[in-house]
């Protein structure tokens, strides 16, 4: 089946570049069948996205409000055939979808539907005494916006949501191998009511289209989620221009186990945590740091637990792990684990895809691995978790902070005082204590360093699509100012 690509002013529009398949990494068969966008329907998007910015900027924050209000309405109508095109495009299980991608997509749209009308800042008062100073907040403008293929509809809500609440028009390139429910979003935003041009998809590849995009001249703000690599050169791109930037990267979770934690939340949390939509999330659990007194029973728990995971058809409610993205990723990963005995790790469990079709990859676990070992440094975006011991707590938020990536991280202990400094020092945009993945639309998601900067999802992520403007007047009606003196030299 082929369809349109594209949406832009308001409409679905069939691009003219190379034909594209998206691929259901389960089976390896065709989903649907597009024409790519070119770097011309960017120049259209961004044209669509300007002309429509004033009337969207100059709704007041009600009737933005009503919009994004009605739209969490659609988009929760439209859950059953949002979890479908997810399953399909992804390979991610039916449980992580109805329970996780798409529920949590439909409350983060309607807490930004309730975030367009709180805009907050200081008090309009005459701090100088002869002026009345206030603050206003204006949308930053167009907003382009590059979003990866592990949470297709997360992403797109994450980007565009914040920023259509603070008034900004969006253009947004998904990933070219996952469009369908970025594009059913866009979709259903007109249905709710949003002007034509304001959400604006243009899916095409990254070195053309994305490019294209993260480099135009008329956007005023770039973001991305997607790997440190990438995100660097759209950083790049953007700098042409001066543009703003909101960067979400790669992550390299550490998992602290201290010596008084309890040892089968911490086993179970680890495999949850490092398997999680099969283990390609940026704050999945990879490293595993472990008290030296649990270790052992530490190793074992988890490959009994990861032994036990299910790995299946996506479709099915009692499958618990499906594949990865694609063939060429799990190949990927394959060889990061394949490399792990030969630097000092030691291959537990899994470490083999299994005997089906599709791109799945067995639950892995490695222990004794080196701090210097490829799979302890870099990002694998796989299930696997690879684990170390440590002497004492000096060492232990060491090795967590051995990284340069600075996303998210777990401490698990009872101890209320090792947990506030364990979230103190560990260096994380996000550290769970006693648990690892939840997140709540009310709260920031964002990293440092290698992970990037910025936030997405809260009232902090609103402030990356707003500019704030100091706005002084005069109260005294005194045409010669006490200041002046600073520049006559006589006084009238």
């Not at 390979?91 to 329970?99: D, F, I, Q, S, Y």
């Given at each position: 089946m082929t369809v349109a690509s594209s949406w832009i002013d308001g409409a679905p529009v069939k691009t003219g570049g190379p034909l594209h398949q998206v691929i259901n990494p389960a089976t390896g068969d065709a989903v649907v069948e597009y024409a790519l966008a070119q770097p011309a329907d960017v120049d259209a998007a961004v044209a669509s996205a300007r002309a429509a910015l004033g009337g969207w900027a100059g709704a007041t924050p009600a009737e933005r409000s009503a919009v994004l209000a009605k739209l969490a309405k659609l988009a929760d109508e439209a859950s059953s055939?949002?979890?479908?095109?997810?399953?399909?495009?992804?390979?991610?299980?039916?449980?992580?979808?109805?329970?996780?991608?798409?529920?949590?997509?439909?409350?983060?749209?309607?807490?930004f539907a309730g975030a367009a009308r709180?805009?907050?800042?200081?008090?309009?008062?005459?701090?100088?005494?002869?002026?009345?100073?206030?603050?206003?907040?204006?949308?930053?403008?167009?907003?382009?916006?590059?979003t990866p293929w592990n949470y297709p509809l997360q992403m797109a809500v994450w980007k565009v949501l914040p920023a259509l609440a603070a008034g900004c028009s969006v253009v947004i390139k998904p990933a070219e191998i996952t469009p369908l429910t970025t594009l059913t979003l866009a979709r259903l935003a007109s249905e709710a009511g949003l002007p034509d041009g304001v959400f604006n998809v243009v899916t095409g590849a990254g070195a053309d289209v994305g490019a294209a995009l993260a480099g135009h001249a008329d956007v005023d703000m770039v973001t991305f989620t997607g790997?440190?690599?990438?995100?660097?050169?759209?950083?790049?791109?953007?700098?042409?221009?001066?543009?703003?930037?909101?960067?979400?990267?790669?992550?390299?979770?550490?998992?602290?186990?201290?010596?008084?934690?309890?040892?089968?939340?911490?086993?179970?949390?680890?495999?949850?945590?490092?398997?999680?939509?099969?283990?390609?999330?940026?704050?999945?659990?990879?490293?595993?740091?472990?008290?030296?007194?649990?270790?052992?029973?530490?190793?074992?728990?988890?490959?009994?637990?990861?032994s036990s995971i299910v790995v299946g058809?996506?479709?099915?409610?009692?499958?618990?792990?499906?594949?990865?993205?694609?063939?060429?990723?799990?190949?990927?990963?394959?060889?990061?684990?394949?490399?792990?005995?030969?630097?000092?790790?030691?291959?537990?469990?899994?470490?083999?895809?299994?005997?089906?079709?599709?791109?799945?990859?067995?639950?892995?676990?490695?222990?004794?691995?080196?701090?210097?070992?490829?799979?302890?440094?870099?990002?694998?975006?796989?299930?696997?978790?690879?684990?170390?011991?440590?002497?004492?707590?000096?060492?232990?938020?060491?090795?967590?902070?051995?990284?340069?990536?600075?996303?998210?991280?777990?401490?698990?202990?009872?101890?209320?005082?090792?947990?506030?400094?364990?979230s103190r020092e560990i260096h994380a945009g996000c550290v769970w204590i006693n648990d690892h993945i939840p997140i709540i639309s009310e709260m920031p998601h964002g990293g440092f360093g290698a992970s990037g900067f910025g936030k997405d999802m809260s009232q902090y992520s609103l402030e990356e699509y707003l500019s704030i403007k100091h706005v002084m007047s005069d109260i005294t009606g005194v045409a010669d100012k006490a200041w002046h003196r600073t520049i006559f030299t006589k006084r009238r």
């Open positions: 055939a949002l979890v479908d095109e997810e399953v399909s495009q992804t390979g991610k299980p039916v449980r992580l979808a109805t329970e996780f991608d798409v529920p949590g997509s439909v409350d983060n749209i309607d807490f709180h805009l907050e800042g200081k008090a309009s008062a005459e701090y100088s005494g002869d002026h009345t100073s206030s603050i206003r907040r204006e949308a930053v403008g167009v907003v382009a916006t590059i790997s440190t690599p990438v995100g660097r050169r759209v950083m790049l791109a953007a700098a042409a221009h001066g543009h703003r930037t909101q960067l979400e990267l790669g992550g390299k979770a550490p998992f602290v186990v201290f010596d008084d934690a309890d040892l089968d939340a911490a086993v179970y949390g680890a495999v949850a945590g490092s398997l999680i939509n099969t283990g390609q999330d940026c704050t999945a659990a990879t490293r595993a740091i472990v008290a030296r007194d649990l270790y052992d029973d530490f190793v074992a728990g988890v490959a009994e637990v990861m058809d996506p479709a099915d409610p009692d499958t618990d792990l499906g594949p990865l993205i694609s063939t060429a990723h799990r190949e990927k990963v394959a060889g990061m684990v394949s490399r792990a005995p030969g630097e000092g790790g030691r291959i537990v469990t899994g470490g083999e895809a299994p005997e089906r079709p599709g791109s799945f990859y067995r639950p892995t676990l490695i222990a004794d691995v080196s701090e210097s070992s490829e799979v302890w440094r870099d990002e694998i975006f796989g299930p696997v978790l690879a684990v170390r011991s440590f002497t004492d707590d000096d060492d232990a938020l060491r090795q967590a902070n051995d990284t340069a990536y600075g996303l998210a991280a777990s401490a698990w202990t009872r101890d209320v005082y090792r947990a506030q400094r364990a």
